[in-house]
């Protein structure tokens, strides 16, 4: 069975003296196009989820290829093709969110799917963040150096080839774009468990259990994470996990509400047995 692929190639300046430079670039160039489909997921649906998985890389220039784990509605392909110039304020970004809104729609409305929910409105914020790591790339690549984005499927040709524009930038940071930056976080805090993921480094959900805000947010604790998804560790439904996060806190549509998540560490599991909770140290 033929499957669904992604592939950035970064034809980068081989006499380029910050080669590490390459690799954050394009780090930042995946993670913007995971924030990307992400809101546009969010947008037609909680129920829905955005994510990929590395298949292979190739030296010379540098050629990730990727596994499109994701609904095709959700493809933030055209939306990186609007990133064009610069955007410099809440308004110009809003012009870009509602041109999507427009084509996300009919989108949505010609697949025959998800058409009878509410229509889809991308969250101006979610974007802006994302854009920040797609410009933040773009600023790392040197001015003969460029990036293309191919998009179909194995052993065929690619049904699509995007050129990126590199000269993008978002001027203004979000936090300065917008009022409604609280406070980051970055420390020890106790969440509940909403869902694990048994695959990779994807996103879980958690809920502080104090605040009682949601988030999701991938573990990047590997050694924790392979132990549990080879059963060595295991979480119960009741059971809480205290942890080393970080993340962003904004307020969105009047609510504190968490951004860019992730879990650092985890430094323990809070068994619950009945009405008796305890802490058990664990090496």
């Known amino acids: 069975m033929s499957q669904s692929f992604l592939e950035f190639h970064f034809e980068y300046n081989p006499n380029r003296k910050n080669v590490g430079e390459v690799f954050f670039a394009l780090g930042n160039y995946v993670s ?12 037609i649906g909680n129920d829905l989820d955005f994510c990929m998985e590395i298949n ?40 870009v969110t509602q041109r999507q809104n427009q084509k996300l729609s009919r989108k949505v409305n010609s697949s025959g ?11 101006d914020l979610d974007v802006a963040l994302a854009m920040e790591k797609w410009s933040d790339a773009n600023r790392m690549v040197e001015p003969d150096e460029k990036l293309t984005i191919t998009d179909g499927i194995d052993s065929e040709q690619p049904s699509n080839v995007i050129n990126i524009d ?7 940071r979000p936090r300065d774009m917008f009022s409604n930056f609280i406070d980051k976080h970055d420390d020890k805090e106790i969440v509940d468990v909403i869902r694990p993921c048994f695959r990779g480094d ?71 047995n009945g009405t008796q909770c305890e802490f058990f140290g664990r090496d």
């Open 32 to 43: 913007a196009y995971e924030s990307f489909g992400k809101a546009i997921a969010d947008a």
């Open 56 to 95: 292979d890389i190739q030296s010379g220039s540098i050629k990730l290829k990727l596994l499109k784990l994701f609904d095709e509605l959700t493809s933030p392909n055209e939306l990186i093709k609007d990133l064009t110039g610069e955007i410099s304020s809440l308004e110009s970004l809003s012009e």
């Open 113 to 123: 799917r998800y058409k009878e929910r509410v229509e889809p409105s991308l969250n």
């Open 166 to 172: 590199t000269g993008f930038r978002l001027s203004k």
């Open 202 to 272: 994807l996103n879980w959900r958690f809920q502080n259990t104090q605040t009682k805000l949601t988030y999701n947010a991938p573990i990047k604790d590997s050694l924790w994470l392979e132990e549990y998804q080879n059963g060595q560790k295991k979480v119960d439904v009741k059971d809480s996990l205290l942890v080393h996060s970080a993340y962003e806190l904004w307020r969105v549509k009047g609510k504190p509400t968490i951004k860019n998540a992730q879990i650092k560490k985890v430094i323990d599991i809070i068994e619950c």
